[in-house]
């Protein structure tokens, strides 16, 4: 994947800048969340009732988002907001930084928001002077340590308590133990001052509910508040997939986000922002801004298979129970969201051009799709978009290398003829005999040299038609 435009760590640092510590980390961590998360639903009888009603409430917001949004935008204004609507990152980077400047802002707090990490508004901050200090415990440590998230709502859920000591120790230049009451404590006295110095604080939102222009934040830290309410200025930075009809339907994602996302029955903050402080004396900030973000969502959106992505209420359930997110950390997928979703997003919010390897980093074993609260068919999206990188469809063309295309037609016309694939079956083991050195074969001709660059291939038996007819003539015996 190409990450020209984003400070993550790419898929050729992974091996270089990853300690071996991260898979057994995130799979104590993810295997926490996953008996919580069955716990939490064993609870609730009617669980796949209200997945059913979550699913269909986010795919008529999705296939009605332009009323949605129109409703949403006049009722934010009502309440005395600002709306922006940010076709893409470099328009969304533009109004923030804007923003800024009319206010004079030399610091900002952020709260935990993947929209900003989407479009990489910490670098365009820096650049123009603006220090931005992420507040949430988990984004906090990350920034630290200069990396990406690794996890949608456990960011540095790759880092032992050891590893963030070290961390602290060496950027702040503290003695800092490897105990989490005391880290915790350490960050808290840090950004205490930042909250209060800040000139604008920066949040993302969980939710926006278009009936009143509600944005809805669900934390468990008490940062989220301290963001929105203490500086006289808030901007939240909003996908537009985020929109919601009314507070009906909330009460249904409220239920699924907290059992799904860490096992809990309902967050500890839920927060409720309708434009900015009414009244001298109120809490709230003085301005309230919020930046819609389209950013290649409504391209997304026409495309009737793809879309249903935008359901994802961003729990991170489908990462916990993925064998493959598990065994490789967050930092693989390459973007700023990893796991099954990042294997659907990425490829139609970059392109399949520059993610075509993530809908095939999958086992399709489905596990993602039994515990997604919004019932989104991730495995469906997998292959589709397989399909697209192979062959193209109206939405782009095929980005698999020419000679691996005709590869594949060729094995596929072949596998579907008998005799020739009978014939192959022989031949093919000639062939690679020339390539074989003792058991293995240590380098194969292109395109199967893609492979051996990593790891010996066995070599081709095709003994499979051979094996069933001997265990089949077995069995007739033995019946007999
Ligand atoms: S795809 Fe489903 S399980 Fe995964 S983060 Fe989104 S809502 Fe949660």
Redesign the pocket.
């Given at each position: 994947m190409s990450h020209d435009a984003h400070p993550y760590i790419g898929f050729e640092e992974y091996s270089e800048r990853v300690p071996q510590s991260i898979p057994l980390a995130v799979q104590q961590a993810t295997d926490r969340f996953v008996g919580g998360r069955a716990a939490r639903v064993a609870e609730l009888p009617q669980w796949e009732e209200l997945r059913q009603i979550g699913s269909d409430i986010r795919l008529h917001t999705i296939e009605n988002m332009d009323v949605y949004l129109t409703r949403l935008e006049e009722k934010v204004k009502l309440a005395g907001g600002h709306v922006h609507w940010a076709e893409t990152a470099e328009d969304a980077r533009r109004i923030v930084l804007q923003i800024a400047k009319a206010h004079n802002v030399k610091t900002a707090v952020k709260s935990k928001s993947m929209a900003t990490e989407e479009i990489g508004l910490n670098h365009a901050l820096g650049a123009a002077g603006i220090e931005a200090l992420e507040t949430d415990l988990g984004e906090y440590i990350i920034q630290l340590a200069g990396t990406g998230p690794s996890h949608?709502i456990v960011p540095a859920v790759h880092l032992k308590k050891e590893e963030i000591a070290a961390l602290f120790s060496e950027k702040l230049d503290i003695h800092a133990p490897a105990d989490p009451i005391e880290l915790a404590r350490i960050a808290r006295e840090i950004l205490r001052e930042k909250f209060l110095d800040a000139g604008m604080g920066i949040s993302g939102g969980n939710f926006l509910v278009a009936e009143t222009g509600t944005l809805v934040m669900v934390t468990n830290e008490g940062n989220g508040r301290m963001c929105t309410t203490l500086p006289d200025l808030h901007v939240a930075v909003v996908g537009i997939d985020k929109v919601i009809p009314d507070w009906e339907s909330l009460t249904v994602f409220l239920k699924l986000l907290a059992r799904?996302a860490t096992g809990q029955k309902l967050s500890t903050y839920t927060q409720f922002i309708t434009g900015p402080r009414r009244a001298e004396g109120e809490s709230g900030p003085k301005e309230f801004h919020l930046v819609l973000l389209d950013n290649g969502r409504s391209k997304v959106l026409k495309d009737p298979v793809g879309r249903e992505v935008f359901k994802?209420?961003?729990?991170?359930?489908?990462?916990n129970v993925c064998p493959v997110y598990k065994n490789v950390g967050g930092f693989a997928y390459g973007w700023f969201i990893s796991?099954?979703?990042g294997a659907i997003l990425s490829p139609q919010m970059l392109g399949t051009q520059t993610a075509r390897e993530l809908p095939y980093a999958s086992t399709l074993c489905g596990a993602?799709a039994d515990?997604?609260?919004?019932k989104?068919p991730?495995p469906t999206i997998l292959r589709h978009l397989r399909r697209r990188v192979a062959q193209g469809d109206e939405f782009a063309g095929p980005t698999l290398p020419a000679p691996i295309r005709v590869t594949a037609s060729i094995a596929a016309f072949a596998l579907a003829q008998n005799r020739l694939y009978r014939f192959g079956t022989r031949l093919l083991p000639l062939l690679m005999s020339i390539f074989k050195r003792g058991d293995w074969i240590p380098n194969a001709p292109y395109p199967l040299n893609r492979w051996t660059k990593a790891r010996p291939l066995p070599p081709f038996t095709a003994q499979f038609r051979g094996w069933w007819n001997v265990r089949s003539s077995k069995r007739k015996d033995s019946a007999r």
């Open positions: 949608i799904s994802c209420i961003r729990c991170g359930a489908c990462a796991g099954p979703i993602c515990v997604c609260p919004v989104i991730i």
